[in-house]
């Protein structure tokens, strides 16, 4: 028998008139905007697929900018996206792209500047009903939903750091539903992306950093 849940049917809580253009949108901003340091004083957003074609019209590009300012799906703040960026001196712009077809319908990088100078780019998916996808990080392919807490360690790929990880997670009381490490090439920088069903301690990053191969550490709560 088949399982169909209620989110399924109903759809998310959301502010405009669909689920893949304006809440998906926004939820891969929420959680793009997470991923790096705040303030975000400048961001452009990059649209594939349907999103390049129909992005003004659907609200995409309200919902977008909505998200990376901390706007849930639901927030009525939506509606007036650009005006409050403007107020916030966020410089921000989108641009469709044609070229790169390969990609999901529903696909957005995000190229994110915050005041410290510090840059970060982010592709997502959006699925349907609200769901997303995380799959790039600066370059390197990645592979989570944000459904998780979720802990995102930057390293360099030697041996002992995914030991490192686990004992420190292990240490803390964290609970592991999903580990996966992801790189660009056999000693280069990797990703260990850890998704628990619980929530994180607080200060767990601090440990996790004590690492000479540890870059940086995310931490990402839905």
């Known amino acids: 028998m088949a399982f169909i849940s209620v989110?399924?049917?109903l759809g998310p809580n959301m502010i405009g008139p669909s689920s893949s253009h304006t809440a998906g949108a926004a939820a891969i901003s929420f959680l793009a905007r997470k991923m790096i340091a705040?303030?975000?004083?400048?961001?452009?957003?990059?649209?594939?697929?349907?999103?390049?074609?129909?992005?003004q019209g659907h609200g995409t590009d309200r919902a977008l900018l909505g998200g990376l300012m901390g706007f849930e799906?639901?927030?009525t703040r939506i509606r007036n996206s650009f005006?409050?960026?403007?107020?916030?001196?966020?410089?921000?712009?989108?641009?469709?792209?044609?070229?790169?077809t390969e990609v999901h319908p529903n696909t957005v990088d995000i190229r994110m500047e915050n005041a410290a100078g510090q840059t970060m780019v982010v592709r997502g998916e959006s699925l349907g009903g609200g769901k997303v996808r995380i799959v790039r990080i600066n370059g390197v392919e990645v592979d989570f939903t944000g459904a998780y807490s979720?802990?995102?360690v930057v390293q360099q790929d030697k041996p002992g750091v995914v030991a490192h990880i686990t004992k420190v997670l292990s240490d803390n009381g964290v609970n592991i539903?999903?580990?996966?490490?992801?790189?660009?090439?056999?000693?280069?920088?990797?990703?260990?992306?850890?998704e628990s069903d619980g929530h994180l301690p607080e200060g767990v990053d601090a440990p996790l950093r004590?690492?000479?191969?540890?870059q940086d550490v995310m931490l990402l709560e839905p």
């Open 7 to 9: 989110f399924d049917v």
């Open 38 to 55: 705040p303030p975000i004083v400048k961001v452009e957003f990059i649209l594939y697929g349907s999103f390049a074609k129909t992005y």
């Open 73 to 75: 799906t639901d927030d």
């Open 83 to 100: 005006q409050i960026a403007q107020d916030r001196g966020l410089d921000y712009r989108f641009t469709p792209c044609t070229t790169e």
């Open 150 to 152: 979720t802990i995102i």
């Open 177 to 194: 539903a999903f580990m996966r490490l992801f790189r660009e090439a056999k000693g280069h920088t990797a990703y260990t992306i850890v």
């Open 210 to 214: 004590n690492n000479p191969n540890v």
